[in-house]
């Protein structure tokens, strides 16, 4: 039997592209997202029971990739604690209901998983607070687990991309150019001018990244935070 991965968040940016890539390499991808199409699953990945069912429903998986997450511009100051709330629940507390789900998933045959972080999660950025800490705490998930699953032979990583051009960032710039008061466009050509490499990253990008940390050739990486940021954390 060939190869098969679960894709949390797959009908993102992210996500697709993963499913894309999983399929390119000869996986077969099973996606879930919050809302249900002809190629994806219904999951709500805060609503850690229905994690569970799903990770039951599709049985046994050689890898999974949590690209599920939400953003909004929180300034510190004027911080609505239900956004704060929510963008934990979605980017860490849905992480962990993967991460626990997944282990009995693939307990006894062993895999790998990898979360989505971001650069964001190794360097704060400003307005960006609960962001922020949901992606730091996620590599802080990552390295513990990792830890404590390497007896049953299932690794488990991080990916730390820098500004990908999906419908996430640009979200992020409508939220930064109301609060600063600044022009959509001007924050969004901002965007890519940042890093060393002065552009954004293709979800495609990214993907790539997280397949090849699934596949046995990287049976020796686990714990690990890769940035995928074309040079943003190195500026
Ligand atoms: N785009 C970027 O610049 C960037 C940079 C760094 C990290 N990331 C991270 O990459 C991941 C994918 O982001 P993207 O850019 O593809 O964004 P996206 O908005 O295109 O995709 C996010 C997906 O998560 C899903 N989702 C949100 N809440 C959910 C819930 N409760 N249950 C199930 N699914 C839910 C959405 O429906 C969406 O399909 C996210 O974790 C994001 O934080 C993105």
């Not at 300034?75 to 993967?98: E, K, Q, S, Y």
């Not at 552009?199 to 940390?213: D, F, G, K, M, N």
Request: with cysteine; net charge negative; aromatic share 6%.
């Amino acid at each position: 039997m060939g190869r098969r991965a679960a894709v949390i968040g797959a009908g993102g940016g992210i996500g697709a592209a993963c499913m894309l890539a999983f399929a390119a390499a000869g996986w077969e991808p099973i996606g879930a997202d919050l809302v249900a199409d002809d190629a994806l699953r219904a999951l709500d990945v805060t609503d850690a029971a229905a994690m569970d069912g799903f990770a039951r429903d599709i049985g046994p998986v050689d890898a999974m990739v949590y690209a599920a997450g939400t953003v909004a511009t929180t300034p510190i100051a004027t911080i609505d604690f239900a956004v704060w709330r929510r963008i934990m629940a979605v980017n860490l507390d849905g992480a962990a209901h993967a991460a626990s789900a997944f282990a009995r998933n693939m307990a006894g045959e062993g895999g790998a998983m990898v979360f989505i972080s971001s650069a964001a999660g190794v360097r704060g950025e400003s307005n960006a607070s609960a962001y922020s800490a949901s992606k730091a705490g996620l590599i802080g998930m990552v390295e513990s687990i990792a830890a404590e699953l390497v007896p049953v032979n299932i690794r488990v990583n991080a990916v730390a991309p820098g500004n990908v051009d999906t419908a996430m960032l640009r979200d992020v710039a409508r939220g930064i150019a109301e609060a600063e008061g600044r022009d959509r466009a001007e924050v969004w050509d901002s965007f890519a001018r940042t890093g060393a490499a002065r552009r954004l990253l293709a979800p495609e990008e990214v993907a790539r990244v997280c397949v090849a940390l699934c596949d046995d050739g990287f049976s020796g990486v686990t714990g690990a935070t890769i940035p995928v940021d074309a040079g943003y954390l190195l500026t």
